[in-house]
């Protein structure tokens, strides 16, 4: 970095200050942005799901990576307070008062190009999930459709996620090309409402049993059925296909 002071004479505190709230005023409108093209993405499918019957799950296949948005989002911190004096935060002597309005706009272009961008090309590819079958569109054209007895494979098990080793069950649907349909439950989601979603759903009645895999599930169905009566446990046990006699849950 390029002591400001050097090239361009002292700064004061107040145009430092500008600089970083500039900053964090551009990150914090560009993040706002994507939540807003996020919301609405949400809202479309949505939509196609009240449209559809014996809804298992929907979900959304486009979106930009999450590093890409925490990249552009840093993009205002590597420049801004630079321009504005903030002592050894300058990538070039050149970056200074003089360059200030056109980095200023070209960044802003940037941000709002960025933004555009995301707005107009996700939140058209999305997958609903029924009882009786798998659809997959882009808006509202059907580019895909199998029932789950065509499903090549079933991948049921008990993972861990982050530092804190969090279980979750996974249920994992493959299809041919590569095509899968996540049926695990949300992160929160009540044990009773994953249960309901899915127990209508013969997935496991017409998928070869061959291509099922069970993991050791004995964890993750304890932690799932630890506020569940003995009546819905047993619903449990019938969604991920195991057996009353098989009191260690491993397929």
């Known amino acids: 970095m390029i002591r400001a002071k050097d090239y361009d004479g002292e700064f004061s505190l107040t145009e ?15 993040i706002a942005a994507l939540l807003w093209v996020d919301a609405r993405n949400d809202m479309r499918l949505e939509m196609a799901a009240a449209e559809t019957r014996n809804v298992v799950a929907a979900w959304r296949m486009d979106g930009p990576p999450p590093w890409l948005t925490l990249l552009v ?3 205002p911190f590597y420049f801004v307070p630079g321009l504005f004096g903030v002592r050894n935060w300058r990538l070039h002597p050149t970056l200074g008062r003089k360059a200030r309005g056109r980095v200023l ?8 190009g960025a933004t555009a ?3 107009v090309f996700s939140g058209h590819r999305r997958g609903i999930a029924t009882i009786d079958e798998v659809v997959w569109l882009k808006n ?7 029932p789950w007895s065509a499903a090549t494979g079933v991948a049921l098990n008990c993972v861990e996620h982050g530092r804190s080793k969090r279980l979750k069950l996974a249920y994992v649907v493959t299809f041919a090309g590569g095509r899968r349909v996540d049926l695990s439950p949300d992160w929160g989601e009540p044990a009773l409402h994953w249960i309901e979603r899915l127990e209508d759903a013969p997935i496991l009645h017409v998928v070869p049993h061959g291509a099922v895999s069970r993991g050791e599930l004995s ?3 304890r932690l799932y059925a630890r506020r569940l009566d003995e009546e819905d446990r047993r619903r449990l046990d ?14």
């Open 16 to 30: 430092q200050l500008l600089g970083w709230a500039l900053a964090v005023g551009m990150a914090g409108l560009f």
């Open 105 to 112: 706009t070209l960044l802003v272009l940037v941000l709002a």
């Open 117 to 119: 961008a995301v707005a």
């Open 140 to 146: 509202r054209e059907v580019i895909a459709r199998a």
């Open 73 to 75: 989002g840093a993009v």
């Open 219 to 221: 964890a993750c169905v």
């Open 238 to 251: 019938g969604v991920l296909g195991l057996r009353a006699d098989n009191p260690d849950y491993v397929g």
